[in-house]
Every structure is written in C-alpha cells, then in structure tokens.
C-alpha cells in the first residue's frame, strides 16, 4: 500500500487562529538543522531570548521557549510554580479560564475561581477581594480569551498581587503583539504565548519569561536528572516538579550558561519563533499592536454595518478578533461550511455557552491585513445574502474602507523592512 504526499488545500484562515503563516517564517523554518549544542545554534538561541525579551517588555534573564503548542507553555509554568496543597485563585471569563483551573488541578493545586459572565471582564476590585479572600499563592489569569473575544485589563492587577505576596502568571497566546503587554511594568510574574496568533507563525513553540520572583520559587525545587548529575552538582531541593517535560528548573539550566542537557531541540521550531520575533521588533512593538488595531477596527466597522450584532462589551474587546451573533434564521454551521467551500475563508464558531450563538473572525499576525479585512466582508456579505439575510450590497467593504480612509495607515501590512543586528543577513541560521 502506498500514499501520497499530502496537499492542504489552500486558505484564507480568518477565525480565532491559527492563522496563515507568514512566508517567510516558513522560509526560516526550512533552514537545515544543526547540533544542539553547535555554536551556531546556541548563538540562535541567544538571539531568539533578546528578541523575545522585547517582544514581552521585558528585562527577564529567564526568557526562552517551551518546546510544543501553547498549551505546553501554560502547563510547564503551571506544574512548576504550583505544588501540591498550594492555593490558586483563576478568574474565569472564558473557556481559556477554565483550561488554567483544570491544568492547575491536575498539578495538585487547591483552586479557587472567581467568575463573571462571558462577554465580560473583571475589575481590579473584585480580584483584590478575591486575592483577600484566597491567599493564593498563584494568581493565574488569561489577558485574551478566543472563546469570547475579551481582553482582560491586566495594568493594575500586578501591584495588587506584589502587595499581597502573590505570583501573578498570564496566559497571553492570543494577545501578545496584538494588544498591549507589559511583562515588567505591568509586574507580571510569568507569560507564555504560541506563535500561532499576532505573532505570524504556526503552532508549535511557546515563548515563555519569568520573573526573578518565580524563577526562585522554580529553583527552589530544582533537581537535576540522575544520568546527568556530575560533582558540582545540586542533588536537588523541595517538593519535585511532578512533570519531567515541563519541569522548568532543568529548561532554565538548558538555556542558561550550564547548558545542562534536556531534551533535544526542536530545532526547525527555534528557527519560526526566531523569525516571528525578529519581524515584530524590525517592526516595532507599539507600531504591531496599533495594526492589529487598524484591522480589526476596519473588520469591527464592516460587520457593523452589515448590521449585524457585535458580541461582548466591546470596550474590552481584543484588536485581533471579534464575536458576531449569528443572524435569526441562519444556520451557523452550514454557512461557515458556504463560506470555506465557495470562497476557501474559515472563520470560527465558539465554545460552552456560545456555541452556535456567535461566529469569531480573526484579523492577527500575517492576517492584519487590509486585503484580508476586506475579501471577508465581500465574501460574508454575499453568503449571508444567499442565506436570506437582507444586507444593503457593499455596505460592510464601503464601511471598512471609510474606517481606513479615517484611520491611514502608518506602515506597511507585515510591518517595515529595517535593518538591525537581528536582519535576515545577520541571522544565525
């Protein structure tokens, strides 16, 4: 028996992410492999920490990658800060809150959920009064939740936690570039992101910093493996991290100068999450975040005028993707089956409660573009039409074109092609 090579079929990924990859990450991605600890790789992997160290605003020595989706960012910070019996407050606006509870269990920590109805988000007060009630060790809260499109206001939410003796995590995957992040002003103890969203890549890495505050809790159960320990070494401390994958103390020693081995690198990853670093600070930080901004906006005003009903208070809705009520009369399913068969456009549905209430179209990373923003509302518009739902023709595309004209554009979709020590000439690989 044999197969053939495998062909995906060609489309525009306009949901909640993934999202198409920009080329040349996927150029950087066919670079050939080299040995983990040749200099070249451990100059790239230096490279990939001071370029992810401005992607999160951050000072941080402890900002790397963990090798596997997003979701292994999470657990790895997760089962390494929280020991068994340790108190964790997780405030739930979305499915991604209730994913921190479940992973937050099963490393053995005593959660304690605050919620608030989906569409919403939380007050610095109300988690003030829970930290009060609590007194959590970990406070482990989601800045960007796909499930509902909200973005959670994280600014103050810090210094509660510093006054309060608390380790503050947030789950930034689909927020990091799109929206506004701030690791060391904001006081934000651990981050982690996947590539997969505003950062341009497809899934598969996620870049992690620590604070020096967690990065002591981490070290204070640091053990190292039996084959590897030799006679300078720790024979190790406190309670064991319970998962050898995630155990973050011995990730740190294989990214810091010991260059204590781990695992084998996934080395075609390090090379994509090199690149969505690199093309984000060539960009600028604040210049990303304001075309996200740019994008959805335009998005947001087309389906507005299509005259269809925006879901959640937009006041804290993410730049990178919003929730629409799907129209009376209109099955939701079948339309974004019309759409992806006649068009090649995907667009997301939602979870839990919001499942076949609300489509999610997404406009992040390669995707924040104009021509993207504005082949989905002709197409949407056109198989809504077919659907019976009465549209004025071109009224979404007419509506995002005068946002555009309201809001120029200050550079270019994918950002401005300048040169720095982190250019496409000066790269490692």
């Given amino acids: 028996m044999s197969f053939e090579s495998f062909n995906p079929p060609t489309r525009l990924l306009m949901g909640p992410g993934p999202i198409n990859a920009d080329p040349r990450v996927l150029r950087a991605m066919s670079a050939p492999l080299i040995g983990q600890y040749d200099p070249a790789m451990t100059a790239c992997m230096n490279d990939t920490q001071a370029l992810y160290r401005e992607v999160f605003r951050t000072k941080n020595d402890a900002t790397l990658l963990v090798d596997g989706t997003s979701r292994a960012g999470i657990e790895a910070v997760l089962v390494s800060l929280i020991e068994p019996g340790d108190r964790v407050l997780v405030p739930v606006f979305g499915r991604f809150g209730h994913l921190l509870r479940e992973?937050?269990?099963?490393?053995?920590?005593?959660?304690?959920?605050?919620?608030?109805?989906?569409?919403?988000?939380?007050?610095?007060?109300?988690?003030?009064?829970?930290?009060?009630?609590?007194?959590?060790?970990?406070?482990?809260?989601?800045?960007?939740?796909?499930?509902?499109?909200?973005?959670q206001?994280?600014?103050?939410?810090?210094?509660?936690?510093?006054?309060?003796?608390?380790?503050?995590?947030?789950?930034?995957?689909?927020?990091l570039a799109g929206n506004v992040l701030e690791t060391d002003a904001w006081q934000l103890d651990a981050v982690t992101a996947?590539?997969?969203?505003?950062?341009?890549?497809?899934?598969?890495?996620?870049?992690?910093?620590?604070?020096?505050?967690?990065?002591?809790?981490?070290?204070?159960?640091?053990?190292?493996?039996?084959?590897?320990?030799?006679?300078?070494?720790?024979?190790?401390?406190?309670?064991?991290?319970?998962?050898?994958?995630?155990?973050?103390s011995m990730i740190l020693d294989y990214w810091g100068e010991s260059r204590l081995n781990h695992h084998t690198e996934a080395?075609?990853?390090?090379?994509?999450?090199?690149?969505?670093?690199?093309?984000?600070?060539?960009?600028?930080?604040?210049?990303?975040?304001?075309?996200?901004?740019?994008?959805?906006?335009?998005?947001?005003?087309?389906?507005?005028?299509?005259?269809?009903?925006?879901?959640?208070?937009?006041?804290?809705?993410?730049n990178n993707v919003v929730g629409i009520y799907i129209p009376d009369g209109v099955e939701g399913e079948v339309l974004r089956r019309t759409l992806l068969e006649d068009y090649a456009i995907e667009i997301g549905t939602s979870f839990g409660p919001l499942?076949?209430?609300?489509?999610?179209?997404?406009?992040?990373?390669?995707?924040?573009?104009?021509?993207?923003?504005?082949?989905?509302?002709?197409?949407?518009?056109e198989v809504l039409r077919q659907a019976g739902v009465s549209i004025t023709a071109g009224s979404g595309a007419g509506a995002a074109r005068e946002y555009y004209q309201e809001h120029p554009q200050q550079n270019p979709p994918q950002g401005p092609q300048q040169h720095s020590r982190f250019g496409p000439g000066s790269a490692h690989v």
């Fill in 355 to 381: 499942h076949g209430r609300i489509w999610r179209i997404g406009t992040m990373g390669y995707n924040a573009r104009r021509d993207t923003v504005m082949t989905t509302l002709a197409a949407l518009e």
């Fill in 267 to 318: 080395t075609s990853m390090l090379y994509g999450a090199r690149e969505c670093a690199r093309l984000l600070v060539n960009e600028g930080m604040d210049q990303a975040v304001a075309r996200h901004a740019l994008h959805g906006g335009a998005l947001t005003s087309g389906l507005s005028a299509m005259g269809l009903e925006l879901f959640g208070d937009q006041r804290h809705r993410m």
């Fill in 103 to 151: 992973i937050a269990e099963r490393a053995g920590g005593e959660v304690h959920i605050i919620e608030v109805e989906w569409g919403e988000v939380f007050t610095p007060e109300q988690v003030e009064a829970a930290l009060r009630d609590v007194r959590p060790k970990v406070l482990a809260m989601v800045q960007g939740d796909t499930s509902t499109t909200m973005c």
């Fill in 194 to 248: 996947g590539l997969q969203k505003c950062l341009a890549g497809p899934s598969g890495s996620a870049p992690t910093t620590l604070s020096p505050r967690a990065v002591e809790c981490i070290r204070g159960r640091a053990h190292i493996e039996a084959g590897l320990v030799g006679d300078g070494h720790d024979a190790g401390r406190g309670v064991r991290i319970r998962s050898n994958y995630f155990d973050l």
């Fill in 153 to 175: 206001p994280l600014e103050e939410i810090g210094s509660l936690c510093r006054a309060h003796d608390v380790l503050f995590y947030t789950d930034a995957t689909a927020s």
